[in-house]
């Protein structure tokens, strides 16, 4: 079996959960909390004999925080807990998967930075009533139901397949965690929303071309017998390699 390698761009002291949930699923994390990483790979012009960055299989994105409103050319209108050297370092990693069309696994916050990228928008602080369902309560995460669209009420896309592929295992929950404040707005064109809240947030979406799935929720900390449910989209995601 190969081993793969799952790059995760974050605060070191902010991200040991995706780091367990990733070692659980057999996988190799690899922390990315500097541009070191790419720097190297400049340095030593993308050489996979000698650049760490090559090897890496998968990037992960992860929740934590808003991102700086200003990156997205807007006033802040109830973003908090920012972080904006990490914004930028994060959009740096995913360019440059983007630009080699790996995988991306985006999640809560790196849900949104995937659909910022992609020319969508923010909502940066949902109304009260929406945020009595999805916000981070008493130190735990909110819990809520989910519905998926099925696949014949989608136009056919070319990442349809990945999404096939996660529909047929039979593992999608269908009670999510939830611990944000803010909401995908205006969805980006090249997303195609798979998931949904009762309340029509967009809980998923994949990419209509290349291999990347966001999520609202948080799957590294929802648990199932064969251990996260963040498991079942890093395997289907690699699997698209």
């Known amino acids: 079996m190969a081993i793969r390698f799952i790059l995760i761009a974050g605060r070191q002291e902010m991200i040991g959960n995706y780091e367990s949930a990733v070692s659980g699923a057999g996988l190799i994390p690899v922390v990315a909390d500097s541009m070191e990483l790419l720097e190297e790979c400049k340095k030593n012009q993308d050489s996979i004999c000698s650049c760490t960055l090559t090897r890496m299989d998968l990037l992960l994105l992860p929740g934590g925080g808003d991102i700086s409103p200003d990156l997205f050319s807007q006033p802040n209108f109830g973003s908090r807990n920012i972080d904006r050297e990490l ?64 696949l014949e009420k989608m136009e056919p896309f070319p990442r349809m397949p990945l999404l096939k592929k996660l529909y047929g295992i039979g593992s999608l929950p269908s009670q999510i965690n939830s611990a944000h404040h803010q909401e995908v707005e205006v969805l980006a064109p090249e997303l195609i929303p798979f998931q949904y809240a009762p309340d029509s947030v967009i809980e998923g979406f994949v990419h209509r071309t290349l291999p990347i799935i966001g999520l609202q929720w948080h799957p590294e900390r929802l648990f199932y017998s064969e251990g996260t449910r963040l498991k079942i989209f890093l395997n289907a995601l690699l699997s698209e390699q």
Do not use: S
């Open 87 to 150: 914004d930028l370092l994060q959009f740096a990693y995913l360019e440059y998967f983007l630009q080699r069309k790996k995988p991306v696994l985006g999640i809560c916050k790196g849900m949104q930075l995937l659909n910022l990228r992609f020319g969508g928008t923010i909502l940066q602080d949902m109304p009260a009533k929406k945020q009595n369902i999805h916000a981070y309560i008493k130190n735990q995460d909110n819990q809520h139901g989910c519905t998926y669209v099925p």
